[in-house]
C-alpha cells in the first residue's frame, strides 16, 4: 500500500501504525501522484494533464459522474496494470475519497476479469469498518480476489483479535468466506461460538453460507455443527468435490429462481404492452428493444416478430431501435433484427449490414447467415467480396450463394468478381461433388458452357432439391426450355416449365408438349402458360393449340384467350396479314362457340375489310360466321345479303338446296316464333323463298309454311325448342361449328 501519511482508522491520534518497508521508487511514484493529484486540475503539467492516467482519475474521482461511468474509470486504471496507475487506485481508497469513488474501486476490483494487482490489497483491508453494510459484501467480494496467503493471515488474524472494532472484524470475516479451505471453516466455526459478539457470529454464519453454498443455513449454529462434525475430516480432494456438489445444487436454485423472476418480469411487460394502444404500442417496442437487460430486449424482438406477421405498420422510431440491436452484444438479438429487418426490407439496414460484412465485425456464424439473408433480399455492393470470401465456409456457403445471386441479378458485380465467384463455385462441384441447391442457383448466374452440362446433368438427379435447384436454374436463364419440356412428366419439373413458360417460353414444341399435358394440379397456371406462349410463337402453332385443345374438351374460353393472345401480340412478334386473317376467322368461330355474336361479329367484319385475298375455304367460313352472327345480333338483312352471296347458283337452281346454313335461318326464325315477333319470322320465311325459289327442299318447305300459318293466326301452338336453339347452335355446320 502506498503510504502517504493518513492516518490509519484504528489509530489514536498521536500515534502511528508501522508500515511495511516498500521501495524508494515507488515512494518517489506515490509522492509525484499526490502532489498532482491533490492540486486543482489546472495547475497539472501538460504532459500529466493529457495522460490517460489523469484523465481517468479525473472520472474516477468527479463528483458529476455517476458510479457507473466512475467504475469504468477505474477498470481502465486496472487494465493500464502499471505502478502509477495502481497508485491512483490506492489513492482513490484512502479515507480522504469519496465513499462513491470507494464502490466504484471496490466494483471495479471485484468484477475484473484477471487478478487484480497485488498492491491493492492492504488500502481494500484497511477499508474494512469503514463501509456501510451495503457496500461490506461488495468489499469481501473484491478482496476475496486476492489470494495470496499473507492476506489470508492478515484478514485471520484481524478475524480473531477481539481488540478490534467489531465492524473491522466483521468485514475481515466477511471476505474469509471466499477462502473456501478447511482451515477457514474451521476458522469460521469458532467465529460463530457464544463467546463472540452477536455481530461476528452472524458475520461468520454468512461468511459459511457464502464458502460452502450452503446458505440456506443462515444463522441454524446446530445445522452447521452438524455439517462440520461430517465435512471436516475429508481429504482436500473430496472437500472440493463437496463444495463443488454444493455449489452446483445452488446455481440450481438462484436459476431456478432467476427465471420465475424472468417470467413475472416478462409478463409485467408483455401487460405493459398489451394495456398501451395499438397507437402506442411502438414506443414500448422502442424502449424494450433499448432495454439494458437481455430478456426485455428479446422480449420486443418477439413482439416486433408478431408485429410483422400481423402486418401492423413500423414507424421510422421503431426501425431505428431494431437498426441498434444489428451490434446487440447478444448474438441471437442481432440475428434476429437481421431477419425483422429483412422481412421490413429496410433499405438503411441493409446498408449497415453490408458495412458490418465489409468491416469484418460480425464473426458468429448464425449472425453471419442472418446478414447474408438480407443481402439476398437487398442486395448491396459493398458485400459482394465478403459474400464471395464467405463461399469457401461450408456452413455460411448457401446463404452467401444466394447473396451474390441477387447481387448478380441487381448487376452489382464487376466481372473480376463474376469470374472469381465462378471459380469459387466451380471448386465445390468438380470430381462428382452434390452441390448445394443455392450453389447451383448461383452457378446458373456466372457459369459458362461446361457449367451449364453440368446443370442439364443435375435435372435428373435423384435428389429432388438438387433436380429442383437445376431445373430451376435452367428455367431463369435464356436457355431453351426444350430440356425441361422433354420431362414435363416430373412433378417436380412441371410447375417450373409452367412458371418458365408463362415467362419466356416461345418454341412451339414446349407449347405443344404443354397442351397435351394438362396437370392435375395448377390448371390455372398451365392456361396461363399457354395464353402467354400464344403471343410469341408462330400463328400456325396458336391455331394448331386452339384445334387441339377444342379436341381435349377444353372450354371454348381458353381457346378463345389464346387466340385473342395470338392476334394481340408485342410488336417484335407481329404477324403476316395472312396469318393475322387467319387468326381472326378462327376467334370469330371461337366467339360464337362462347356465346359472344357481337365480338364475333367484329372480327368477321374486319376480316371481310381487309384487302388481302382469301382462298375459297376462307370466304366460304367467313360468309357462315357472319350468317350466323347477323342473326344472332337480329341483323336479318344483312344475313339475307351474305347468304344470297354465299349459296349463289345452289339457291337458284332446279335441285333441292341441302346447304345446312338454311337450318340457320329456320332455328332463327323458330326462336324468334317462341318471342312472338310475327314481322321478323314472316320477313325470313319471305326472304328464304326468294333465296331459295325451285331449290326449296320440301322439309324446309313445311317448315316455312308452319311458320307463315302461325304469323296468319292458323296455328296457335308452340313448338319446344331444339337444342340447337337452347344453344343458339348450327349443329356442326362445317368449319363454324368448331
Known amino acids: 500500500m502506498w503510504n502517504f501519511g493518513a492516518v490509519h482508522p484504528t489509530q489514536t491520534p498521536g500515534r502511528r501504525v508501522r508500515r511495511p518497508a516498500i521501495g524508494l521508487t515507488a515512494c518517489a511514484v506515490g509522492a509525484v501522484w499526490l502532489i498532482c493529484l491533490v492540486l486543482p486540475a489546472g495547475s497539472l503539467a501538460q504532459p500529466a494533464a493529457s495522460s490517460p492516467i489523469t484523465e481517468a482519475w479525473s472520472r474516477l474521482t468527479s463528483d458529476s459522474l455517476g458510479l457507473a461511468e466512475r467504475a469504468a474509470a477505474a477498470t481502465e486504471l486496472l487494465e493500464m496494470r502499471s505502478d502509477e496507475a495502481t497508485g491512483a487506485l490506492s489513492l482513490a481508497l484512502t479515507t480522504q475519497q469519496s465513499r462513491v469513488g470507494w464502490r466504484a474501486v471496490i466494483q471495479a476490483v471485484s468484477t475484473f476479469p484477471d487478478n487484480p494487482p497485488r498492491k491493492l490489497a492492504q488500502p481494500l483491508i484497511g ?75 452472524q458475520s461468520a454464519f454468512a461468511a459459511l453460507g457464502s464458502l460452502t453454498a450452503l446458505d440456506h443455513y443462515d444463522a441454524d449454529r446446530q445445522a452447521w455443527e452438524s455439517w462440520w462434525a461430517k465435512n471436516k475430516g475429508l481429504w482436500a480432494k473430496e472437500w472440493t468435490q463437496h463444495l463443488l456438489e454444493n455449489f452446483e445444487r445452488r446455481e440450481a436454485r438462484r436459476r431456478a429462481v432467476d427465471h420465475q423472476l424472468e417470467d413475472k418480469l416478462l409478463e409485467s411487460q408483455r401487460a405493459l404492452y398489451q394495456a398501451n394502444s395499438p397507437q402506442g404500442r411502438p414506443g414500448v417496442l422502442v424502449y424494450m428493444l433499448r432495454d439494458p437487460l437481455t430478456p426485455i430486449r428479446q422480449l420486443g424482438m418477439d413482439l416486433t416478430g408478431q408485429r410483422l406477421l400481423d402486418d401492423l405498420p413500423f414507424d421510422e422510431p421503431l426501425r431505428e431501435a431494431l437498426r441498434g440491436r444489428l451490434s446487440d452484444p447478444v448474438p441471437s438479438i442481432r440475428a434476429e433484427a437481421a431477419e425483422h429487418l429483412r422481412d421490413l426490407s429496410d433499405a438503411a439496414a441493409a446498408e449497415l449490414i453490408a458495412a458490418r460484412l465489409g468491416e469484418e465485425r460480425e464473426q458468429v456464424a448464425s449472425v453471419l447467415s442472418a446478414n447474408l439473408r438480407m443481402m439476398a433480399r437487398l442486395p448491396q455492393a459493398l458485400a459482394v467480396d465478403p459474400a464471395t470470401d464467405m463461399l469457401n465456409d461450408e456452413a455460411l456457403r448457401a446463404d452467401s450463394a444466394a447473396a451474390l445471386a441477387s447481387a448478380f441479378d441487381a448487376e452489382l458485380m464487376k466481372r473480376s468478381q463474376v469470374n472469381r465467384a465462378a471459380k469459387l463455385v466451380r471448386k465445390y462441384v468438380q470430381d462428382g461433388q452434390t452441390p448445394q441447391p443455392r450453389v447451383i442457383t448461383l452457378m446458373g448466374k456466372v457459369g459458362n ?36 419440356a422433354d420431362r414435363v412428366g416430373d412433378p417436380v419439373i412441371q410447375p417450373i416449365l409452367i412458371a418458365a413458360a408463362t415467362r419466356r417460353g416461345d418454341q412451339a414444341y414446349t407449347l405443344n408438349i404443354l397442351t397435351t399435358n394438362r396437370p392435375q394440379r395448377g390448371v390455372e397456371a398451365w392456361r396461363r402458360a399457354l395464353v402467354a406462349m400464344a403471343s410469341r410463337v408462330p400463328a400456325d402453332s396458336v391455331l394448331a393449340t386452339a384445334r387441339h385443345l377444342s379436341e381435349l374438351g377444353e372450354t371454348p374460353l381458353l381457346r378463345l384467350e389464346i387466340l385473342s393472345a395470338g392476334i394481340d401480340r408485342p410488336e417484335e412478334a407481329a404477324l403476316r396479314p395472312g396469318e393475322r386473317l387467319e387468326l381472326l376467322l378462327s376467334r370469330g368461330e371461337a366467339r360464337l362457340g362462347a356465346g359472344d355474336p357481337s365480338a364475333s361479329l367484329a372480327d368477321f367484319q374486319a376480316v371481310a375489310a381487309s384487302e388481302s385475298d382469301l382462298s375459297a375455304t376462307q370466304k366460304d367460313r367467313l360468309g357462315r360466321g357472319l350468317i350466323r352472327a347477323y342473326l344472332l345480333v337480329g341483323q336479318i338483312d344483312e344475313a339475307f345479303d351474305v347468304a344470297k352471296e354465299l349459296l349463289g347458283p345452289a339457291g337458284r337452281g332446279v335441285s333441292p338446296t341441302d346447304d345446312r346454313i338454311v337450318d340457320q335461318f329456320i332455328q332463327t326464325a323458330q326462336r324468334l316464333r317462341r318471342e312472338n315477333r310475327k314481322d321478323e319470322v314472316a320477313k325470313i320465311c319471305l326472304e328464304l323463298r326468294n333465296l331459295l325459289k325451285p331449290a326449296i327442299k320440301p322439309e324446309v318447305g313445311g317448315q316455312i309454311a308452319t311458320l307463315e300459318a302461325w304469323v296468319n293466326g292458323s296455328v296457335n301452338t308452340t313448338p319446344p325448342l331444339s337444342a340447337a336453339e337452347e344453344t343458339g347452335d348450327d349443329n356442326g355446320e362445317g368449319p363454324a361449328a368448331e
Open 127 to 201: 477499508l474494512l469498518g469503514q463501509v456501510d453494510a451495503g457496500l461490506a459484501q461488495d468489499l469481501a467480494a473484491a478482496l476475496g480476489r486476492f489470494d495470496q496467503s499473507e492476506v489470508i493471515k492478515q484478514l485471520s488474524k484481524i478475524a480473531r483479535d477481539r481488540s478490534e472494532q467489531v465492524a473491522r472484524r466483521c468485514g475481515a470475516v466477511l471476505t474469509l468466506g471466499h477462502d473456501r479451505t478447511t482451515q477457514t471453516a474451521a476458522l469460521l466455526m469458532e467465529l460463530t461460538g457464544p463467546g463472540q459478539p452477536e455481530q461476528v457470529q
Open 449 to 484: 458452357k461446361d457449367d451449364w452440362k453440368r446443370i442439364a446433368q443435375w435435372v435428373d438427379h435423384p435428389d429432388t432439391t438438387i433436380k429442383q435447384a437445376a431445373a430451376q436454374a435452367w428455367a431463369d436463364s435464356d436457355r431453351p426450355l426444350n430440356l425441361l
